[in-house]
């Protein structure tokens, strides 16, 4: 597997990662949105985690808009 990754073009890679990244942070986003829907549920004990989790999840969906711009790239 990795003499087949280290044949793609540079270009190649980078596409692949940033989707893998991309894919990657819509599933933990998605994972901390249900586990504080299970602190809000009662299911699991509650020590102030749901509002940090929804957070997690907020920020890791921002940072992967496609329709943002990282600064310095205009």
């Known amino acids: ?13 980078l596409r692949l990662s940033r989707e893998a990244l991309r894919q990657a942070s819509a599933i933990i986003a998605q ?3 249900l ?3 299970e602190i809000e549920g009662g ?5 102030g985690g749901a509002d940090a989790l929804r957070l997690l999840a907020a ?4 940072n992967h ?3 943002l711009i990282p ?4």
């Open 65 to 67: 808009d496609p329709t």
């Open 1 to 13: 597997m990795r003499a087949d990754w280290d044949q793609l073009t540079d270009e190649s890679q």
């Open 71 to 74: 600064a310095g790239h205009a």
């Open 43 to 47: 299911r699991l004990e509650d020590r």
């Open 31 to 33: 994972q901390a949105e």
């Open 59 to 62: 920020i890791v969906q921002l």
């Open 35 to 37: 586990l504080a829907e």
